[in-house]
T-cell receptor, first 113, second 114 residues
Framework: GENVEQHPSTLSVQEGDSAVIKCTYS??????FPWYKQELGKRPQLIID?????GEKKDQRIAVTLNKTAKHFSLHITETQPEDSAVYFC????????????FGTGTRLQVFP | NAGVTQTPKFRILKIGQSMTLQCAQD?????MYWYRQDPGMGLKLIYY???????DKGEVPNGYNVSRSTTEDFPLRLELAAPSQTSVYFC?????????????FGNGTRLTVT
């Protein structure tokens, strides 16, 4: 069935360094790829998304890249700050009669001062 | 706008008890979803609805039921609670089809079944 794999499960970086989280998806017809940030005890919130007709999208310190041929997409956070510490989830749309999102298992990012 | 409102925030159930998790949104979104989040895992889709009167199963529907009598409300029913249903439950809504537009999540309901 449809599947989204996310790596790594945990990531520790020094403040100011970059962080990269990678996801692969199984359905080549997927066309929407959002990233959600979930702080401890809070709800997931969208931080950036990309559609299949675009290869890269940036929003200040975060960017997402998409490789449709390889069926993978990545989240890049530059100049990390302690407030970036959270769990990040990738997701991919599963086209069908009603589009649904399939989520990865999450990456716990810790940014040390 | 309050966005997506979930009640209760916390609940402890005994095995075999039943309860309804409430979800309401005031954004006039057609699409609504229920997800569960187990520790260290991602979000699994339980049920979803594309509009009033229409519901469908997600990835993990067993043990749950839903209804959608109005655009605003999408309650999730647990009939015979089991320990495997211990989880955090998130309701979400979206303006377009969920696969192609951002999901707006509620604050979640933390459910423990003992």
């Amino acid at each position: 069935g449809e599947n989204v794999e996310q790596h790594p499960s945990t990531l520790s970086v020094q403040e100011g360094d970059s962080a990269v989280i990678k996801c692969t998806y199984s359905d080549s017809a997927s066309n929407y790829f959002p990233w959600y940030k979930q702080e401890l005890g809070k709800r997931p919130q969208l931080i950036i998304d990309i559609r299949s007709n675009v290869g890269e999208k940036k929003d200040q310190r975060i960017a997402v890249t998409l490789n449709k041929t390889a069926k993978h997409f990545s989240l890049h956070i530059t100049e990390t700050q302690p407030e970036d510490s959270a769990v990040y989830f990738c997701a991919a749309s599963i086209p069908g009669n009603t589009d649904k999102l399939i989520f990865g298992t999450g990456t716990r990012l810790q940014v040390f001062p | 706008n309050a966005g997506v409102t979930q009640t209760p925030k916390f609940r402890i159930l005994k095995i075999g008890q039943s309860m309804t998790l409430q979800c309401a949104q005031d954004m006039n979104h057609n699409y609504m979803y229920w997800y569960r989040q187990d520790p260290g895992m991602g979000l699994k889709l339980i049920y979803y609805s594309v509009g009033a009167g229409i519901t469908d199963k997600g990835e993990v529907p067993n043990g749950y039921n839903v209804s959608r009598s109005t655009t605003e409300d999408f309650p999730l029913r647990l009939e015979l609670a089991a320990p495997s249903q211990t989880s955090v439950y998130f309701c979400a809504s979206s303006n377009l089809q969920g696969g192609n537009s951002p999901l707006h999540f509620g604050n979640g309901t933390r459910l423990t079944v003992t």
